[in-house]
């Protein structure tokens, strides 16, 4: 057996129903084997049983009080699970399917995208089973407080700096941060995502779906091809698919669907972005109202957005939504490219299909870096205690996601899987962490 696979066997018994955990380590392992065998030193330190292993898993109840006077628990998490590269770095997600595994998924993952990056910082996430959507304002407030009532004493602007994910932007950002400020004295850069007025960046909101759309248009671009003119098909309509839409919109793109947990919606003529800006960033509504202002357009309670014939697909909204049967829809459709928005929006077996039928696919660790990429930004601004323009961080984004496209890529080609950015990303994040792991000790 080799040694990646052993590592994943015992890895898995010994993290028993953390599904998505296993599901994002059987990915990426395999295809590491190759780095193994060319550096031997690295299986000898046990380099990839302390890499699955977190360094610190805090795990803390979330007491708070409801509308209507009732106390409500949740359950709160932060996975700090990579710092050799700098302060652990990743978002928070609060919806109620999260779990010990869905956070140990996301921060393995983060490990990697971070380093691809070329920033400063570790992997980490967190989140609790909290779901933000039917509550109001003063509910989220209660909860942000109590949730960060624990969690303060974990972070700090140099050891541990999260920010948003599902279901935590600029409202969730800013309670946690005056509670953060309240409870410690200290106005620092703890958490990333804030709003311009007190330390956030420029281009911070729109970082994760202008990424995506920058390399998609490199991975399209080195096959002599560009999203002129393309359709482009995109799940969500959360802050990463809004950011994509406009972006893949802004470079002669057709965007004809988004979706959220409810259905889908279809506009031939290209999605009316102002209209699902308005119902899902001013009023928090669901997607079907878009039919409210385009009554021309269609909505969907059933199938998959895949279904729609489309050049390019970019799925934002969350784990396993792209499966085996979205994948063949897409290469029936003549597809050329899947850029993934979203964590791990695609399963395995979806994932072969695109890549066996040379549909050109982008894993999200390098698709949808660019968030995570604007927050080291934003932390070196707040530590500079100066502001950089829209346009100089946009650039800076701009190079940061072809360089990440460059790796990977020639991590891919350079151990024999030329196009695979799975193994290119994947071989490309590690080789950075390995290094700093193993000048760094046994620890
Ligand atoms: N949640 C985002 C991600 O998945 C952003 C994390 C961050 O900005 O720290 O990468």
Redesign the pocket.
């Known amino acids: 057996m080799s040694y990646t696979s052993e590592v994943l066997a015992k890895t898995i018994e010994k993290n028993p129903g953390e599904q998505e955990f296993h599901q994002a380590i059987r990915e990426v392992l395999p295809t590491l084997q190759p780095v193994f065998d060319a550096n031997p030193a690295y299986q000898r330190s046990g380099l990839l049983e302390r890499l699955v292993e977190p360094e610190r898993q805090i795990i803390f109840r979330v007491p708070w009080v409801d509308d209507k006077g009732q106390v409500q628990v949740n359950r709160g998490f932060r996975v700090q699970f990579n710092s050799a590269l700098g302060p652990y770095?990743?978002?928070l997600?609060f919806h109620p399917s999260v779990k010990l595994g869905t956070i140990k998924f996301?921060g393995f993952?983060?490990i990697f995208?971070n380093s691809l990056t070329g920033q400063p910082?570790g992997g980490g996430?967190g989140g609790s089973d909290f779901d933000p959507k039917g509550k109001s304002d003063r509910e989220v407030m209660a909860f942000c407080q109590s949730f960060m009532t624990e969690l303060f004493r974990h972070i700090g602007a140099d050891t541990d700096?999260?920010?948003?994910?599902i279901g935590v932007g600029g409202r969730e950002i800013g309670f946690l941060y005056g509670q953060y400020k309240r409870l410690t004295g200290l106005y620092e850069g703890v958490l990333?995502?804030k709003d311009l007025t007190y330390g956030g960046s420029l281009t911070?909101t729109e970082a994760?779906g202008y990424g995506l759309v920058y390399l998609v248009s490199n991975m399209l671009e080195a096959k002599g091809q560009d999203l002129n003119g393309k359709k482009v098909v995109i799940s969500g309509s959360g802050n990463v698919a809004i950011y994509a839409a406009e972006k893949a919109a802004k470079l002669g793109a057709k965007v004809l669907t988004m979706s959220d947990s409810n259905g889908w919606i279809f506009d031939g003529d290209g999605i009316d972005l102002a209209a699902v800006k308005e119902i899902k960033e001013v009023r928090r509504g669901r997607i079907r109202e878009y039919l409210n202002v385009r009554p021309k357009a269609e909505y969907h309670e059933e199938g998959l957005v895949w279904s729609v014939p489309c050049d390019v697909a970019l799925p934002c909204a969350t784990q396993n939504e792209l499966r085996a049967d979205g994948a063949r829809l897409l290469v029936q459709n003549k597809c050329v490219a899947v850029g993934e928005g979203a964590?791990m929006p695609t399963d395995i077996e979806g994932t072969e299909i695109l890549q066996q039928n040379g549909v050109l696919f982008a894993p999200?660790k390098a698709a949808?870096?660019g968030?995570?990429a604007?927050?080291a930004l934003e932390m070196s601004q707040n530590s500079m205690r100066l502001s950089w323009t829209f346009d100089e961080v946009d650039e800076k984004l701009k190079g940061i996601m072809k360089n990440i496209y460059t790796q990977s890529s020639a991590a891919a080609e350079r151990y024999g899987a030329k196009d695979n950015l799975v193994l290119g990303a994947n071989v490309a994040g590690f080789l950075k962490v390995a290094a700093a792991m193993t000048l760094q000790g046994i620890v």
């Open positions: 770095k990743g978002g997600r996301l993952e983060q995208k910082i996430k700096v999260p920010a948003g994910d990333t995502g911070r994760t964590n999200g949808n870096a968030g995570v604007v927050s």
